[in-house]
């Protein structure tokens, strides 16, 4: 197979980019996605050029470091799949595929395809956990757990924190995300004593990151490769509500622990 | 900030700002749209003069008027700064874009669909509800309206405009309904159809018997 | 050939960790908070350890090349974590969870050390639990458990195939919560190069800032290496693309011995390479050896059209397969180990069988339970993992067998700890996969995510302590003294030299040389004639890359071909050393298997003269390593010998 690409090429944060053209033969229909950038990456520095740098690890669609937003959508055509997981067969023989980075004001670019995601660490570090030391647990099985909710949390707690919600959001909103790790402690027992506290300071930390808000179109939802559900969101917003209109405690931005 | 301010300013506060100010919009839409509907009974206006009075003169009425006036200015002004903060949050655009099925056109272009309605409530407040109440202020009596509607409604690029106005509701309200109970959190799997049904009902129904009006008195059906 | 102390506790081998804990030194809350800690690796231990030293007070800084720690590969774990719980009943205990893994390690790991792991393998499910860890449960709240490989009870707790990520989050969520509460500052997308030693005690690291490849340096009052395994050192692995040894190599050549390194774990059902293109190797459960059929054809002629597409595997009659694991081990059949049915696929692709164009595939095959239970009960079975295969292949494994072959999954070897998990240097730690622990030379499915937080939260909290209360008094050492600007002016050093090479070949290039030599030699199946071979064209192949690689771009700025350059010069040297391991091992045991030594075609362990722990210090890239040894005593437990058939 042979494939025209159009990449994101952009030296580092302070350059602007542009889209660059290569094209690519010899493509087996059965590689993945990044094994083709790989072999283009090959051949750029066999010629003595710079290769495209994107980012990727774990290759089994689990770890959400790769991002690439391919033809119009995050992580491809493919449904329910890292781009890891997106396989040449998908295309047609002569294509012309484009390939852009994530894009949002919260995740500013490093270089070509890698974005600087560090914006959900900070989301996460202001209240995604149940504050329990190491040791100070119970036997676990002294909190029984509805199944159902089990199940609910689990599928929440799916998210790989690759960010194709925020690629995908027509407004760049990172609400799936945070709804997920919200989701998932809310619906568990572990998540009670801090539930408040928790969708409060997360929300406010997701405001702080300049994303942009949410307007209910869905696109999240329809590009999650771990199909993490609107309900999350909403029950983010039952949570928030919940919590600043009824809860005592207040919470400023940074403060959530 | 107070913690007031602080929710209601907080992406999830403008959700609950829209979502509430569009839901108390929808319920005027159903009173305006009920009234107006009473042109139908074809009585020469004698039955929708008759609530037209009651609406304009009576003091509960005109005091919840108060608060429609400003449902729709903050409908208005978040509808604005979420367009704004939602543009700025992706300085650099896509060179190429494809929207998957779930993501409807009408759903990503609230903003645009939510200012077509604005230009047109400037229209449509010029032609009745200004007039008519300065008519009020000043003379201490209300305007024909019912004629003035037919006079109007003569005009077929005025009664083009009308329906235009009509058709952005209608995709306004396909998402707007919806997205209001999600936005507020109420989204629950026994629930979820029962809303879109009624939501996609309401999002039909109103706007056609608004759009039916014009095209009604145009065609002279309406004497 | 020194001996090493292990240091393991003396006392009946129940009471020696709480014998440890009750005598081991403390630190009092003031004094940790003027300790400073440096944390290498995000993955459950390095996590786990970082988290867990914040919240005891000492101040933590924590390190990983990816770009979160939640990216580590401990997330890609599947299926569960072992721990000696007794929920269902079923007779298991610490005892037996202890026994089940020195057994499964072929009888070469430290008693002591395993006893501990099973002992706080309860203490982990508490602990993750208590964090939101969204186990499976069962219908009235309590947790479920699944059987794995190498037990006789159901001990495995699981969070459906996604065990390590979900262990991860909640090690990651603790980690990201002393991030926040300002004890643990975290250094994303940072590589480690090289540990800063002073008076014979690791003091520091140097990492490379991956954005703007500067090089930093770091102070510790101790440094805790939980950095993963060496898989990649086969080029193709199950391992993530970034997972490399370079870290403990580093330890390695400051004087931290390296224990084990051929000890390797090749797991039976992956998807096979299918060209040169391939970047890395997908596993498919263990347990669709349950209802799947493992054959090959009879003839090679046979075997030869299959691949060429002339024939389909329906072609091939009943009477011309060979169903070769049910003919070899008929008491087992195709639910055999991990190591056995691996070398079974090695040796029918040998003899020229293989079923996949590259030669190096055999057929896992469901028709049979299809026709016993029904596509429906099938396909719910194995529910994730048939769309899966199917999204990677091609294929629909209902209508056509699917297609395995083993690949490298986990590495045993690792850097050689005591029991309070310090290398042989003092104030170096190493933690999880990275270290050679626990696993003697075989690990047990859902004991790697055992160990690894094992380390983390329950071990390396209480050994540490005894090492930095000695510490208390030692002010922080400024970054530029001499150790450090030394240490950095050599990492410069190399830096500069691997980047003005500019020679032929790529780092894959070589990178994938080294693979084949590795596995071809040093892989599922090792003879002497064929180490001394590998490590001539090891030897060889250095010599090329410190000659003929080529990276291009510059040193200050982001450039994952000269990360990957430095990885792979790395590897190259280890993987000499894990020949030398393997060469040195004159037995078959585990994940190590000598031709030579087989009795009827199984593992022939020699305990008289290998039961003992090889520990390699390095002298020079040039010349040999010193093995130090470490017997293995077994006071508890009676060696005995695995049979299958």
């Known amino acids: 197979m042979k494939f025209n690409l159009k990449v994101w090429r952009q030296k580092n944060a302070n350059t602007p980019g542009k889209l660059v053209d290569y094209s690519i033969d010899n493509v087996n229909a059965d590689m993945s996605f990044l094994e083709m950038i790989d072999i283009l990456n090959d051949n750029l520095v066999r010629k003595g050029e710079e290769p495209i740098a994107f980012d990727h690890d774990c290759r089994e669609g689990i770890c959400g470091m790769c991002s690439m937003y391919i033809n119009g959508r995050a992580h491809g055509p493919h449904h329910a799949a890292t781009t890891c997981q997106l396989y040449m067969r998908t295309f047609n023989d002569g294509d012309t595929i484009y390939v852009e980075p994530w894009r949002s004001k919260a995740f500013p670019i490093i270089k070509d395809l890698v974005t600087d995601r560090n914006a959900f660490d900070r989301i996460i570090a202001s209240g995604g956990f149940v504050s329990v030391n190491t040791g100070q647990a119970q036997d676990a099985n002294n909190l029984p757990v509805n199944k159902d909710d089990a199940e609910k949390a689990m599928d929440a707690a799916a998210c790989i924190g690759c960010g194709a919600c925020v690629a995908a959001c027509p407004n760049s909103s990172a609400m799936l995300f945070v709804s997920a790790k919200i989701s998932q402690l809310a619906l568990l027992p572990q998540g009670q004593p801090e539930r408040d506290r928790r969708a409060m300071s997360m929300v406010s930390q997701m405001d702080e990151e300049g994303f942009g808000n949410c307007t209910n179109i869905g696109a999240c939802e329809a590009e999650c490769p771990k199909e993490i559900k609107l309900t999350n969101i909403a029950r983010m917003n039952r949570d928030y509500f919940a919590a600043s209109f009824g809860s005592q405690e207040t919470v400023s931005t940074g403060e959530g622990h | ?223 | 050939m020194a001996a090493l102390d292990s240091k393991i506790p003396t006392g009946p081998l129940a009471e020696k960790w709480s014998n440890y804990k009750e005598h081991a030194k403390l630190v009092n809350p003031a004094n940790k908070r003027k300790v400073e800690v440096i944390v290498v690796g995000t993955g459950l231990a390095g996590a786990s350890a970082a988290a867990t030293l914040a919240e005891l007070g000492y101040k933590v800084k924590a390190f990983c090349f990816q770009d979160s720690p939640r990216r580590a590969h401990s997330i890609a774990a599947q299926g569960g974590i072992n721990a000696a719980k007794n929920y269902k009943n079923d007779g298991d205990s610490v005892y037996r969870l202890f026994y089940d893994t020195i057994k499964g390690g072929d009888f070469r790991a430290r008693e002591a050390n395993v006893y501990r792991l099973a002992d706080v393998s309860r203490n982990i499910i508490d602990q993750c639990v208590a964090q939101g860890v969204p186990f499976a449960r069962e219908y009235g709240g309590l947790l479920d458990n699944r059987s794995f490989g190498g037990a006789q009870v159901s001990r495995t707790f699981y969070a459906r195939g996604q065990t390590g990520q979900q262990l991860l989050l909640g090690a990651y969520g603790a980690l990201e919560r002393q991030v926040g509460l300002g004890n643990v500052k975290m250094y994303n997308r940072h590589e480690m190069v090289e540990v800063v030693t002073i008076d014979g005690k690791a003091r520091g690291i140097i990492a490379r800032n991956l954005i703007t490849g500067k090089l930093e340096r770091y102070f510790g009052h101790a440094v805790i290496l939980a950095t993963g395994g060496y898989g990649n050192v086969f080029f193709l692995s199950t391992n993530a693309m970034g997972s490399n040894v370079t870290a403990a190599w580093k330890a390695h050549k400051k004087g931290a011995y390296f224990a084990n390194p051929c000890y390797t774990q090749i797991h039976p059902t992956c998807i096979p390479v299918t060209g040169d293109y391939q970047s890395k190797l997908t596993l498919m459960s263990e347990s669709l050896r349950n209802d799947g059929r493992v054959w090959v054809p009879k003839t090679r002629e046979d075997a030869k059209a299959i691949r060429e597409g002339k024939k389909k595997p329906e072609d091939i009659r009943e009477e011309d397969r060979d169903y070769y694991l049910e003919r070899k081990y008929p008491s087992y059949g195709n639910l055999c180990p991990r190591d056995i049915a691996s070398r079974a696929a090695k040796e029918a692709c040998d003899d020229g069988r293989g079923i996949v164009p590259s030669g190096f595939g055999v057929f896992l095959d469901f028709a049979d339970a299809i026709k016993r239970l029904g596509v429906d009960v099938v396909k719910a079975r194995y529910g994730e993992l048939f769309p899966m295969y199917q999204n990677i292949t091609n294929e629909d494994p209902l209508k056509t067998p699917m297609k395995i072959y083993p690949a490298v999954h986990y590495t045993m070897g690792g850097l050689w700890v005591d029991y309070e998990l310090m290398t042989s240097i003092k104030g170096l730690y190493c933690l999880g996969e990275a270290n050679f622990s626990d696993h003697g030379a075989n690990r047990l499915g859902a004991s790697a995510l055992m160990q690894g937080l094992a380390d983390g939260y329950f071990v390396i909290p209480y050994t540490i302590g005894n090492y930095l209360s000695g510490e208390i008094f030692t002010k922080p050492i400024a970054l530029d003294h001499p150790a450090f600007v030394e240490a950095e002016k050599e990492v410069q050093a190399r830096a500069e030299k691997l980047i003005s090479i500019k020679g032929k070949k790529t780092v894959d290039d070589l990178h994938k040389q080294l693979g084949k030599i590795m596995w071809e030699y040093c892989g599922m199946a090792r003879t002497a004639e064929g180490l001394t071979k590998a490590r001539k064209m090891i030897q060889d192949l250095r010599k090329e890359f410190w000659s003929n690689v080529n990276i291009p771009g510059s040193l200050n700025e982001f450039n994952p071909e000269f990360d990957k350059a430095g990885r792979v010069a790395d590897f190259i040297e280890l993987g000499e050393l894990m020949v030398v391991d393997a060469l040195n091992r004159n037995e078959s045991c585990g994940g190590h298997f000598r031709e030579e030594y087989q009795e009827e075609g199984e593992a022939k362990r020699d305990d008289e003269k290998y039961a003992y722990v090889a520990a390699w210090e390095h002298t020079s890239v040039d010349s040999d390593p010193v093995l130090h040894k470490e017997a293995l005593v077994y006071e508890n437990i009676e060696m005995q010998t695995r049979s299958y058939k």
């Open chain 2, 1 to 223: 900030m107070n913690w007031f301010t602080k929710i209601l300013t907080s992406s999830l506060g403008k959700k609950f700002v829209m979502a509430l100010t569009g839901l108390f919009l929808i319920s005027f839409l159903v009173i305006h749209c009920t009234i107006n509907a009473m042109i139908f009974f074809n009585d020469g206006g004698a039955t929708f003069t008759h609530w037209g009075h009651f609406m304009g003169t009576n003091t509960i009425i005109r005091t919840l008027e108060i608060g429609l006036i400003i449902g729709f200015l903050l409908h208005i002004y978040e509808g604005l700064l979420l367009w704004k903060q939602n543009r700025d949050a992706r300085p650099v655009k896509y060179s190429y874009v494809k929207h998957p099925e779930k993501s409807k056109w009408y759903s990503r272009s609230m903003g645009l669909l939510g200012t077509l309605i604005l230009l047109f409530l400037i229209m449509h407040t010029a032609h009745f509800w200004i007039p008519n109440r300065t008519h009020q202020f000043v003379e201490g009596e209300e305007l024909p309206l019912y004629q003035m509607m037919l006079d109007i409604f003569q005009n077929p690029l005025i009664v083009v405009l009308y329906l235009l106005g009509c058709f952005s509701l209608f995709w306004h309200l396909l998402h707007g309904f919806r997205s209001s109970f999600q936005s507020l959190g109420l989204n629950h799997v026994k629930y979820n159809k029962t809303i879109t049904f009624v939501g996609t009902a309401f999002s039909i129904v109103v706007p056609f018997i608004f759009a039916m009006m014009p095209i009604s008195i145009y065609f002279k059906w309406i004497q």
